[in-house]
């Protein structure tokens, strides 16, 4: 068992709806988790952080977490095309040293 | 947050040759970077941790006389795939952390490597 699953998708969505991302993991031991975006032929980049259960929110994205469930979800409202990416769950069990481990992505395509 | 360049951004080679991939934190002094490798719809898997002044930390599995790393000042870090070969064809992307949780990285374009 992967210790991060992710669904590949692809996710198509019409413009302006709400799209939910998720994550499953096995290590018990996770606290911090992370959402990253990736553009097509680039780098990751961090959009959201969290430690522990709970919900954090930034502008169209939420993040949830469910430790009990072992459950993350990026909740993105009104999507917009350039919303379209993959995106990538990561999470880590913490310390100042201890790795990331990420999921394989989600690719998200919104149609305008 | 920090900006991170790679170059070059493509490389194409010929099998046995080998590629130096660079990596620069253009805005921060990095004291660990990291290497990781994507293939299409697969994670990203750390290569290494790489540490200025000292020799890089490999993952099991990772071959450190074929990846060599080095990270010779707190802005750049190379490596080196040595004699390639056409399953070495991946995106090799780095990272830099700018505090000392490794939760939050900051990555660079990333480097598309085919090898012939």
């Known amino acids: 068992q992967k210790e991060v699953e992710q669904d590949p998708g692809p996710l198509s969505v019409p413009e302006g709806a709400i799209v939910s991302l998720n994550c499953t993991y096995s290590n018990s031991a996770f606290q911090y988790f992370m959402w990253y975006r990736q553009y097509s032929r680039k780098g990751p980049e961090l959009l959201m952080y969290?430690?522990?259960?709970g919900n954090k929110e930034d502008g169209r994205f939420t993040a949830q977490v469910d430790k009990s469930s072992k459950y993350i979800s990026l909740f993105i409202r009104d999507s917009q095309p350039s919303d379209s990416a993959t995106y990538l769950c990561a999470m880590s069990a913490g310390g100042a040293t201890n790795k990331l481990i990420f999921g394989t992505g989600t690719l998200l395509a919104v149609q305008p | 947050g920090a900006v991170v360049s790679q170059h070059p951004s493509r490389v194409i080679c010929k099998s046995g040759t080998s590629v130096k991939i660079e990596c620069r934190s253009l805005?921060?002094?990095?004291?660990?970077m990291f290497w990781y490798r994507q293939f299409p719809k697969k994670s990203l898997m750390l290569m290494a941790t790489?540490?200025?002044?000292?020799?890089?930390?490999?993952e099991q599995g990772v071959e450190k006389d074929k990846f060599l790393i080095n990270h010779a000042s707190l802005t750049l870090s190379t490596l080196t795939v040595t004699s390639a070969h056409p399953e070495d064809s991946s995106f090799y992307i780095c990272?830099?952390?700018?505090?000392?949780?490794?939760?939050?990285?900051?990555f660079g374009p990333g480097t598309r490597l085919t090898v012939l």
């Open positions: 990272s830099v952390v700018t505090s000392g949780t490794y939760n939050e990285q900051f």
């Open positions: 790489s540490n200025e002044g000292s020799k890089a930390t490999y």
């Open positions: 805005d921060f002094q990095a004291t660990t």
């Open positions: 969290t430690y522990s259960s």
